[in-house]
T-cell receptor
Framework: DQQVKQNSPSLSVQEGRISILNCDYTNSMFDYFLWYKKYPAEGPTFLISISSIKDKNEDGRFTVFLNKSAKHLSLHIVPSQPGDSAVYFCAASAHRNSGYSTLTFGKGTMLLVSP | NAGVMQNPRHLVRRRGQEARLRCSPMKGHSHVYWYRQLPEEGLKFMVYLQKENIIDESGMPKERFSAEFPKEGPSILRIQQVVRGDSAAYFC?????????????FGPGTRLTVL
């Protein structure tokens, strides 16, 4: 049962345009959401996160939006650059009783930004 | 400050052999997480360890898999009697504090191929 879903395996965007990557989740206990970026042969790198008490978080060219009622979040990259070409993973976390949590990842979306 | 280190980067084993994957966390980090990424899948949580303690192994298969994080030395993920289905990329992440999200730093991964 996939609790975090990224339904688009790939996305192609022209340089300078906006990239929108989507993510849906099913577990209502998730209270923290993260986006990771991954280049081939490297580990994931943290990009941006959002707590469930917010609906938007912005960091430079990257903005994450959270719609709790729809259990949906999205990552906007504007303007997109060729160096943004990578696989983007959406991840979610739910605090456990003992105070820690682990990450549940989606399958990823491969973003290709062409010059 | 060196990042999370994993070795070997690539490991080839025949069915029935043992695989040992090593993870050296970032300096000052005492929390280690192991994730597995099967082909065409997202990363899946396996186990969370602190020094000398397994905190959560709910994502780890009950048989053939074990993990440790000794007082001295790297964290080890051990897979006994490997099968073809164990072929995957294994990532470890480390963090300096117990309940962190964006502060989970990932290593480059070990790609295990079982022949």
């Amino acid at each position: 049962d996939q609790q975090v879903k990224q339904n688009s395996p790939s996305l192609s965007v022209q340089e300078g345009r906006i990239s929108i990557l989507n993510c849906d989740y099913t577990n209502s206990m998730f209270d923290y959401f993260l986006w990771y970026k991954k280049y081939p042969a490297e580990g994931p790198t943290f990009l941006i996160s959002i707590s469930s008490i917010k609906d938007k978080n912005e960091d430079g060219r990257f903005t994450v939006f959270l719609n709790k009622s729809a259990k949906h979040l999205s990552l906007h990259i504007v303007p997109s650059q060729p160096g943004d070409s990578a696989v983007y993973f959406c991840a979610a976390s739910a605090h456990r009783n003992s105070g820690y949590s682990t990450l549940t990842f989606g399958k990823g979306t491969m973003l290709l930004v062409s010059p | 400050n060196a990042g999370v280190m994993q070795n070997p980067r690539h490991l080839v084993r025949r069915r029935g052999q043992e695989a040992r994957l090593r993870c050296s966390p970032m300096k000052g980090h005492s929390h280690v997480y192991w994730y597995r990424q099967l082909p065409e899948e997202g990363l899946k949580f396996m186990v969370y360890l602190q020094k000398e303690n397994i905190i959560d192994e709910s994502g780890m298969p009950k048989e053939r898999f074990s993990a440790e994080f000794p007082k001295e030395g790297p964290s080890i993920l051990r897979i006994q009697q490997v099968v073809r289905g164990d072929s995957a990329a294994y990532f470890c992440a480390s963090s300096p504090i117990r309940d962190s999200y964006n502060e989970q730093f990932f290593g480059p991964g070990t790609r295990l191929t079982v022949l």
